[in-house]
T-cell receptor, first 114, second 114 residues
Framework: GQNIDQPTEMTATEGAIVQINCTYQ??????LFWYQQHAGEAPTFLSY????GLEEKGRFSSFLSRSKGYSYLLLKELQMKDSASYLC???????????????FGRGTQLTVWP | DVKVTQSSRYLVKRTGEKVFLECVQD?????MFWYRQDPGLGLRLIYF???????EKGDIPEGYSVSREKKERFSLILESASTNQTSMYLC?????????????FGPGTRLTVT
C-alpha cells in the first residue's frame, strides 16, 4: 500500500502565495499528481511530476523530490476561486494490470479570504 | 474533451435494495475506476478495470461488485445496500497511452441509503 500525508486545512488571503505539502511512502514510485476539487464537483487534474524538480503551469507550480518522498503545490496570486480541496495522489509501478492506479491523500481544504 | 458521465447525480435507496451506478466514458480509455469519497477519509478505490470483462479489487471492495461488458461502460453494483454505503461515488477513466495517464472524473453520484 501507500502512505500519503497532507495537511487537512489551510487558509490564505487573496493575492498571497500558498504552499501545500505532500509526503508519501511508496514501494515503487511512478508519478505524483495534484488534483483540485471544488465543493460538490469532481476532481480535476492540475499537475504531474515524475522527475525531480519544479513544473510550472501559470499560477500553479508543483515540485517533487523523490529521494525525500516529498512534493508541494505552490499557488501564486491567490484568487477567491482557488478555494477548494487539493488532492495529492501517487501512482506506483504495480504490475501491468494495475498501471494507472492512483493512491490519494485525504486532501487539503484551502480557504482564500478577501 | 474527455467526458465521463454518471447515470445519476443524486440517488436515494432503501436498505437491502440492489443499486446500480452506471458510468460511461467517451474517450476509448482502457482503465476505469470506482471510488467513494467520505469527509475526512478522502477518495478510496472500490474496484477498477483495465479492460473489458477484467476487474480488480481496490481497497474497499466489500459489499460491492462491478461489471464491464463494453469498453466505455463500467457499472458499480451494491448487492444489498446498507446505510454505511451512503456516500459520494465517483467514476474515473484513464488511458494507457500517452503520459501522464491522468484520471478523468465524472460528476459523482451522491447516494443516500435510508
Amino acid at each position: 500500500g501507500q502512505n500519503i500525508d497532507q495537511p487537512t486545512e489551510m487558509t490564505a488571503t487573496e493575492g498571497a502565495i500558498v504552499q501545500i505539502n505532500c509526503t508519501y511512502q511508496t514501494s515503487g514510485f511512478n508519478g505524483l499528481f495534484w488534483y483540485q476539487q471544488h465543493a460538490g464537483e469532481a476532481p480535476t487534474f492540475l499537475s504531474y511530476n515524475v522527475l525531480d524538480g519544479l513544473e510550472e503551469k501559470g499560477r500553479f507550480s508543483s515540485f517533487l523530490s523523490r529521494s525525500k518522498g516529498y512534493s508541494y503545490l505552490l499557488l501564486k496570486e491567490l484568487q477567491m476561486k482557488d478555494s477548494a480541496s487539493y488532492l495529492c495522489a501517487v501512482r506506483d509501478r504495480g504490475r501491468g494490470s494495475t498501471l494507472g492506479r492512483l493512491y490519494f491523500g485525504r486532501g487539503t481544504q484551502l480557504t482564500v479570504w478577501p | 474533451d474527455v467526458k465521463v458521465t454518471q447515470s445519476s447525480r443524486y440517488l436515494v435507496k432503501r436498505t437491502g435494495e440492489k443499486v446500480f451506478l452506471e458510468c460511461v466514458q467517451d474517450m476509448d480509455h482502457e482503465n476505469m475506476f470506482w471510488y467513494r469519497q467520505d469527509p475526512g477519509l478522502g477518495l478510496r478505490l472500490i474496484y477498477f478495470s483495465y479492460d473489458v470483462k477484467m476487474k480488480e479489487k481496490g481497497d474497499i471492495p466489500e459489499g460491492y461488485s462491478v461489471s464491464r461488458e463494453k469498453k466505455e461502460r463500467f457499472s458499480l453494483i451494491l448487492e444489498s445496500a446498507s446505510t454505511n454505503q451512503t456516500s459520494m461515488y465517483l467514476c474515473a477513466s484513464s488511458t494507457l497511452l500517452g503520459s501522464p495517464y491522468e484520471q478523468y472524473f465524472g460528476p459523482g453520484t451522491r447516494l443516500t441509503v435510508t
